[in-house]
């Protein structure tokens, strides 16, 4: 096993004849990291090192946040956007109330649900990761 080791080290992947000797030599690495574990004694360290970073960091993305969705909505009401949406997700609601089936007089509908549900499965997805 430590043979296979030091060819991979050198680089000679193609000496490895099959997947399963890459694992076992996968698993021969993680069982050795485990044995040799070490922990180190933090003795608050890290607590202090949280405590004596700046909050203006966090302070100015906040502003810088607010500063994005204030020029965004300055946008819709300068170009006049905002009466063009409006208009548009009314003629959806009422197309919504007076349909007897959800999506059959109207497509963009579909494409509506569809992009919600991949907004929510990627913030899903990204909060998972965090």
């Known amino acids: 096993m430590e043979d296979k080791m030091n060819e991979m080290k050198k680089g000679k992947w193609e000496e490895l004849e099959d997947v399963s000797e890459f694992l076992a030599t996968d698993d021969f690495v993680a ?7 070490q922990d180190i004694k933090d003795n608050g360290f890290s607590r202090r090192v949280m405590s004596r970073l700046p909050r203006s960091a ?3 993305n906040r502003i810088w ?16 956007a905002w009466t063009m949406l409006s208009g548009n ?30 907004f929510m499965g990627g913030y899903q997805w990204v909060m998972a990761e965090k």
Request: charge should be positive; glycine fraction near 4%; include cysteine.
């Open 65 to 80: 946040t607010v500063f994005c969705i204030a020029m965004g909505v300055a946008f819709l009401v300068y170009s006049k």
């Open 89 to 118: 997700m009314r003629g959806i609601w009422t197309d919504i109330i007076t349909s007897d089936s959800l999506f059959n007089n109207n497509p963009i509908m579909i494409y509506c649900s569809l992009l919600v549900l991949a």
């Open 58 to 60: 966090n302070k100015l």
């Open 31 to 37: 069982r050795f990291f485990e044995e040799n574990r």
